[in-house]
């Protein structure tokens, strides 16, 4: 999984709580992305980064919000979790400094999140 | 994750056989392309990629080729093992101004031993 760690890797919650997953790399790469998966659906971006404190919206990123005050974490945050929230989420990485948003992903094993 | 396969075409092949997944990718100017797996409850995995200016690429018993004419992009399987059992999606990629990279829905390949 890319040195990737996610947590927590499942989380059953109600309609109306906040929700932050994490994204942990400790290999001091540059982009650092938050995607959702659901059945019937390619991965779909949320929200991405480029730095610390640098982030820019995804295809999909109504309802989330994200930060990245260090370089090895990355959250991702439902202020006000709905249904339609849930999904299995994934962070993925570009390798290394240089790479871009283009360049190959590697994924995290993924968080199922449920809202009831 | 664990439904990802649900909703997904499924190509279903014997183990030894040879297996071909393939992708259509919907714009011309996709300058590079990666396959990936996702095993049930996993992470996609990287497989292997490869640049518009190629047509063919090798891995360990995994061959990408690429038809730009048609759009169209295949991922070989040779001697499909059960471990193979898994959905695979591409990923097509445009590295040009306003660069976009889109993943598609994927296949589920199901090895009967």
């Known amino acids: 999984d890319a040195g990737i760690t996610q947590s927590p890797r499942h989380k059953v919650t109600e309609t109306g709580t906040p929700v932050t997953l994490r994204c942990h790399q400790t290999?001091?790469?540059?982009?650092m992305y938050w995607y959702r998966q659901d059945p019937g659906h390619g991965l779909r971006l949320i929200h991405y980064s480029y730095g610390v404190k640098d982030t820019d919206k995804g295809e999909v990123s109504d309802g989330y919000s994200v930060s990245r005050s260090k370089t090895e974490d990355f959250l991702l945050t439902l202020e006000s979790a709905t249904s339609s929230q849930t999904s299995v989420y994934f962070c993925?990485?570009?390798?290394?400094?240089?790479?871009?948003?283009?360049?190959?992903?590697?994924f995290g094993p993924g968080t199922r999140l449920t809202v009831l | 994750g664990e439904n990802v396969g649900l909703h997904l075409p499924t190509l279903s092949v014997q183990e030894g056989d040879n297996s071909i997944i393939n992708c259509a990718y919907s714009n011309s100017a996709s300058d590079y392309f990666i396959w990936y797996k996702q095993e049930s409850g996993k992470g996609p995995q990287f497989i292997i990629d490869?640049?518009?200016?190629?047509d063919k690429r090798q891995g360990q018993r995994v061959t990408v080729l690429l038809n730009k004419t048609v759009k169209h992009l295949s991922l070989q399987i040779a001697a499909t093992q059960p471990g193979d059992s898994a959905v695979y999606f591409c990923?097509?990629?445009?590295?040009?101004?306003?660069?976009?990279?889109?993943f598609g829905k994927g296949i589920t390949l199901s090895v009967r031993p």
């Open positions: 990923a097509e990629i445009y590295t040009g101004a306003n660069s976009k990279l889109t």
């Open positions: 290999e001091n790469h540059r982009y």
């Open positions: 490869i640049r518009s200016n190629m």
């Open positions: 993925a990485i570009t390798p290394g400094l240089a790479g871009g948003k283009t360049d190959t992903q590697y």
